[in-house]
């Protein structure tokens, strides 16, 4: 009988397991299979190909670029959001009035789906006649409608810096909620012993909400850096990674090569899936987050 | 807390984890299609509509409803998917194993190939009524699958008033012309040639260029694309756009928004298909006295060959509907169906009887004695992958180095071919 005790959280616990292994550990399993078959664009497996995707995608001329790209995306528009949300957060954390109707209009970027999102930008940046342009054009910073110098999307620079922006756009509400959520839970007596010992906002800033915000922090980076890593539909609506692939990201790339060859998509997926916790594994230990458990 | 908070930030890590791959792994199920005795058939078919009130998804209403009142037995669902997305979205099904019975779009020899489709002879009862134009480039090994039903061939659109307005009386012809005209008409703060070599027909305009100094995507069945005759193509177009006479990064501008610059009144010339007309007439800016179309410019003089399309239906053997897809396909092929298509849209039929019928038409006629001299896209197994990378690269060649991108896409089609 005890026996049979001990098992019954098993029971409890199988359909999670069941959960996890059907839909996150089976698909991983099947990821790394097709990368080594060789799969043409119709989905039939004609065989094992040995290592042959990859070979393939190492020598495709533009696989370290894209590779270099992701990194910058990644890293360009997780920093800019965190920056922009922590400063967003402690302005929503002030009590001013309409601070409930602020609150909730935040959430609007993060409801709206980040397709259409993305499909608004676009055409706000249409050369001719989007808003954006149009807007520029009248206080005189683009010279001319439907110039170059007005086609954002079609510049690879320029088109990759709009699309960081859109990016940090859509990340701005969940990032700022969780920071936010970690300022709450900061007691306010520890500001009152640090006005005591005589620190300038500034300091008790650095000292004191800092440091104690540090979970909140570690969270809401490890997310968007998962998010945006595999961030797709933005890319896609505005640029689908042209010209070429000079505006695409793994993800990107790894979409664009399923038309033609299903094998060497996979091959990119399973490096893509390395390198998210190869990014992971480096963050969580470059913030040594053990201590922050075990503290 | 610090504690409470740590085991949140693992359950959140895990969670997101969790979230990514069930992201990464698409859901696929099959779908069965017959119930009570009757047989349900898959329709997928390309928009050709420029708005919601000529969408394609109505013309085949029509067919269909007229057809299940004939054949209460068979029931057709109806999926339209825009051209930009139609190839993908068939892949994806293809990939998948949601087979489609029946297409209308583009077809690709891959499919027949793999032993997907039905013959021409199997769901048609009269096979010999498609043109035959087009037979070569829809057969494999002599097995004809893929059935024209509806064509177009391309020629040079101007706008007549920004040619006079410029002060240019005479149709450009050369390449020369090409290039100082857009020149004039760029003076005029509108677009000189619009070019679009983004993703969604980028081979259709690349073709036409190619075919300017006698290029072309095959010589003899072989791949051609870095021959010495295409780079010359590019490096005349690289000049055009680095003068600033097309419209900025052709690389990244696609057909239809371009085609509704044109319909503006916003670009000198452009090269463009029947289907171009409906476009200019919707936007309701230029009168048809301010618009004509001439033969292609080629470098030493207009093409006597144009790049000739056909979409295609293709039928899908998976679900095993043969004699039903045969009844729908019989019905679909009928002259006044092939008509109102093309009135619908102004293109052009692809059966022999429905051509008879609108031989003497005079938007029509031009259109369809050039017809047989044209060219048409490669239809080896290797052209599916060929054209997906360029569409997504060809258009660096007018920025980048010609005959460096050229020999990159020469690199796919041999590696594909093998």
Redesign the interface.
């Known amino acids: 009988m005890p026996a049979l005790r001990r098992l019954a959280p098993l029971l409890w616990l199988s359909p999670a397991v069941a959960l996890?292994g059907v839909?996150?550990l089976?698909?991983?399993v099947?990821?790394v299979q097709s990368s080594f078959q060789q799969i043409?664009?119709?989905?039939?497996v004609a065989g094992y190909n040995g290592t042959a995707n990859y070979a393939?995608l190492f020598d495709e001329?533009d696989f370290v670029s894209v590779l270099l790209r992701t990194l910058i995306w990644v890293v360009a528009v997780v920093a800019v959001t965190m920056l922009i949300s922590l400063g967003l957060a402690q302005l929503f954390h002030q009590r001013f009035p309409g601070r409930r109707v602020t609150r909730w209009a935040l959430i609007i970027p993060w409801a709206a789906s980040v397709m259409m999102s993305a499909l608004i930008f676009k055409w706000a940046l249409d050369?001719?006649v989007g808003v954006i342009n149009v807007i520029l054009h009248h206080i005189g910073v683009v010279q001319?409608l439907?110039?170059?110098q007005?086609?954002w999307?079609?510049?690879p620079t320029s088109a990759l810096i709009w699309m960081m922006a859109v990016a940090v756009f859509v990340s701005l509400p969940f990032t700022t909620y969780a920071i936010l959520s970690g300022l709450q839970?900061i007691p306010g007596d520890v500001y009152e012993a640090a006005a005591i010992d005589g620190a300038t906002s500034w300091r008790s800033y650095l000292a004191v909400t800092l440091p104690l915000l540090r979970?909140a922090i570690?969270?809401a980076t490890?997310?968007n850096v998962?998010?945006v890593f595999?961030s797709f539909p933005i890319i896609w609506e505005m640029?689908?990674?042209?010209?070429?692939?000079?505006t695409a990201t793994t993800t990107i790339y790894m979409i664009?090569l399923?038309?033609?060859?299903?094998g060497q998509s996979a091959s990119m997926?399973v490096i893509n899936?390395l390198l998210?916790i190869v990014i992971?594994l480096i963050y969580l230990g470059s913030t040594r987050?053990k201590e922050?458990?075990d503290? | 807390?610090?504690?409470k908070?740590?085991?949140?930030?693992?359950g959140?890590?895990v969670l997101?984890?969790?979230a990514?791959?069930?992201?990464?792994?698409c859901s696929s199920s099959g779908s069965g299609s017959s119930a009570g005795g009757s047989t349900t058939l898959k329709l997928v078919v390309a928009d050709y509509g420029t708005g919601p009130s000529n969408a394609s998804a109505t013309y085949w209403d029509g067919i269909v409803s007229a057809f299940e009142k004939v054949h209460p037995d068979i029931k057709v669902n109806v999926t339209s998917i825009a051209w930009t997305n139609f190839?993908?979205e068939v892949?994806t099904m293809?990939?998948?194993?949601q087979y489609p019975d029946i297409t209308e779009g583009d077809y690709f020899s891959?499919?027949a190939t793999?032993g997907?489709l039905y013959p021409a002879s199997d769901v048609l009862s009269d096979p010999g009524n498609l043109l035959s134009t087009f037979k070569a480039s829809d057969s494999v090994n002599g097995v004809q699958y893929g059935m024209p039903f509806t064509t177009s061939s391309r020629t040079l659109f101007y706008n007549k008033k920004l040619f006079t307005q410029a002060g240019i009386t005479a149709a450009p012809q050369t390449w020369a012309d090409v290039e100082t005209d857009a020149a004039k008409i760029k003076k005029l703060?509108d677009?000189g040639f619009g070019l679009p070599l983004?993703?969604e027909e980028a081979q259709a305009e690349s073709l036409l260029w190619m075919l300017g100094d006698g290029g072309g995507y095959q010589t003899d069945g072989k791949y051609t694309i870095d021959s010495a005759a295409n780079v010359q193509a590019f490096t005349f177009l690289k000049g055009l756009v680095s003068a600033?006479d097309t419209?900025?990064?052709p690389?990244?501008?696609n057909r239809t928004d371009l085609w509704q610059?044109f319909a503006q009144g916003?670009v000198g010339m452009i090269n463009g298909s029947p289907a171009l007309i409906p476009i200019i007439d919707s936007a309701g800016v230029l009168q048809d006295s301010d618009w004509t179309s001439v033969p292609i410019a080629g470098k030493n003089g207009p093409l006597t060959v144009t790049l000739g399309v056909c979409d295609n239906v293709s039928a899908f053997k998976t679900n095993g509907h043969q004699a039903q897809i045969k009844e729908f396909l019989d019905f679909a092929y009928q002259d006044k169906y092939q008509i109102a298509f093309d009135k619908e849209y102004d293109l052009l039929p692809a059966t022999t009887s429905a051509t008879k019928a609108l031989s003497s038409d005079a938007v029509f006629g031009p259109f369809l004695t050039a017809l047989p001299n044209s060219v048409q896209y490669p239809s080896d197994t290797a052209w599916?992958?060929v054209k997906?990378?360029v569409q997504?690269?060809i258009?660096?060649a007018v920025?980048g180095s010609p005959s460096t991108e050229l020999s990159?896409l020469q690199q796919v089609s041999t590696?594909?071919a093998s």
């Open positions: 996890i839909v996150v089976w698909p991983v099947v990821m043409g664009g119709e989905g039939f393939h001329p050369p001719n001319q439907g110039s170059n007005a086609d999307l079609g510049n839970g979970p570690l969270v490890l997310i998962i998010n595999n640029t689908r990674g042209g010209p070429g692939y000079e664009d399923k038309e033609g060859d299903v997926s899936f998210v992971v987050w922050q458990v503290r | 807390m610090d504690k908070f740590a085991r949140r930030i693992s959140g890590a997101a984890a969790a990514t791959l069930a992201l990464a792994a190839d993908s892949q293809i990939q998948n194993k891959n499919y793999d997907l703060g677009v983004g993703s600033g419209e900025p990064n690389g990244t501008v610059q916003k599916a992958n997906a990378k997504q690269t258009g660096l920025t990159q590696t594909s």
